[in-house]
């Protein structure tokens, strides 16, 4: 049974940074891209970031380019996203995802975490 667990939420104030992190277990193929959308609250969910098995490709939603980094651990099975400069918009649940075909163009991801919430205040 495959599980995102998703960690590092929370409070920020504007212009501050947080750290979120995923760990996978329960994957049985053996590449897979990771990334992160997230759902602010009464709009749909949107495309944050994503990076392949290798590390070596990675997209970013135009709103967080710039601000946001997603990196893979050296254990495999976990993503992180650093999120600097944060803006009160940022604000929204963030869900961690897999792909199992290491697919990062229109990043949909196959399995999806319970979500973290970010806050961020004015």
């Known amino acids: 049974q495959v599980q995102l667990v998703e960690s590092g939420g929370g409070l920020a104030q504007a212009g501050g940074s947080l750290r979120l992190s995923c760990a996978a277990s329960?994957?049985?193929?053996?590449?897979?891209?990771m990334g992160w959308f997230r759902q602010a609250p009464a709009k749909e969910r949107e495309f944050v970031a994503v990076v392949s098995w290798s590390g070596g490709t990675t997209y970013y939603a135009d709103s967080v380019k710039g601000r946001f980094t997603i990196s893979r651990g050296n254990a495999k099975n976990t993503v992180y996203l650093q999120m600097n400069s944060l803006k009160p918009e940022d604000t929204a649940v963030y869900y961690c995802?897999?792909?199992?075909?290491?697919?990062?163009?229109?990043?949909?991801?196959?399995?999806w975490g319970q979500g973290t919430q970010v806050t961020v205040s004015s």
């Open positions: 995802l897999v792909d199992r075909r290491d697919r990062t163009r229109n990043f949909q991801g196959d399995y």
């Open positions: 329960g994957l049985t193929f053996s590449t897979y891209a």
